[in-house]
T-cell receptor, first 115, second 114 residues
Framework: EAGVTQSPTHLIKTRGQQATLRCSPI?????VYWYQQALGLGLQFLLW???????NRGNFPPRFSGRQFPNYSSELNVNALELEDSALYLC??????????????FGPGTRLTVT | AQSVSQHNHHVILSEAASLELGCNYS??????LFWYVQYPGQHLQLLLK??????LVKGIKGFEAEFIKSKFSFNLRKPSVQWSDTAEYFC????????????FGQGTTLQVKP
């Protein structure tokens, strides 16, 4: 069974540009999560999508946005890039379950570098 | 605010030594608890999880963890480490409210010397 896949592996952008990161969940998973792993800040929750809807977002500015497509794949968009947006962006997927269950499975990440 | 604290940032052990990595969380309700591992050059993998029931959970590769509710702890253990256990280990918590959010600790780098 294929795991979570992400593209591209690396992305280099200039300050002020926009970045688009993509994620395909494990087959059968309807929930997709995005996390940022910045140096010194650990893994921070960004966004949660399920059935095409944004269910929750972390403490990030609105220039971080995304969407989930009918096939459950997802896209993370970061507008007006700033130097501090340089980080590893991880996507995870899970089966949607009500309450607190549903372990998350992670992809390999996209390394975003803003110069 | 919810938080997870991993006490050991960098641990160095010799092969066959026993391992215990500490994890404490701050959350005032029912939690789900996880340990993830990231081997060099690989992505985060789920090592084990606790949802309910027996507080001693067993995971892959001989790892286990014990949930002690009174101490808000979920320490990871392995009786005898191998060189291949060299990796970064992350403790994570998800609260009972359905936010989807995993809160991660800062991670512990484990180096096992052959």
């Amino acid at each position: 069974e294929a795991g979570v896949t992400q593209s591209p592996t690396h992305l280099i952008k200039t300050r002020g540009q926009q970045a688009t990161l993509r994620c395909s969940p494990i087959s059968g998973h309807t929930s997709v999560y995005w996390y940022q792993q910045a140096l010194g800040l650990g893994l921070q929750f960004l966004l949660w999508y399920d059935e095409g809807e944004e269910r929750n977002r972390g403490n990030f500015p609105p220039r971080f946005s995304g969407r989930q497509f009918p096939n459950y794949s997802s896209e993370l968009n970061v507008n007006a890039l700033e130097l501090e947006d340089s980080a590893l962006y991880l996507c995870a997927s899970s089966l949607y379950t009500s309450g607190s269950g549903g372990e998350q499975y992670f992809g390999p990440g996209t390394r975003l570098t803003v110069t | 605010a919810q938080s997870v604290s991993q006490h050991n940032h960098h641990v160095i052990l010799s092969e066959a030594a026993s391992l215990e990595l500490g994890c404490n969380y701050s959350y005032g309700g029912t939690v789900n608890l996880f340990w993830y591992v990231q081997y060099p050059g690989q992505h985060l993998q789920l090592l084990l999880k606790y949802f309910s029931g027996d507080p001693l959970v067993k995971g892959i590769k001989g790892f286990e963890a014990e949930f002690i509710k009174s101490k808000f702890s979920f320490n990871l253990r392995k009786p005898s480490v191998q060189w291949s256990d060299t990796a970064e280990y992350f403790c994570a918590v998800k609260g009972s409210s359905n936010t989807g959010k995993l809160i991660f600790g800062q991670g512990t780098t484990l180096q096992v010397k052959p």
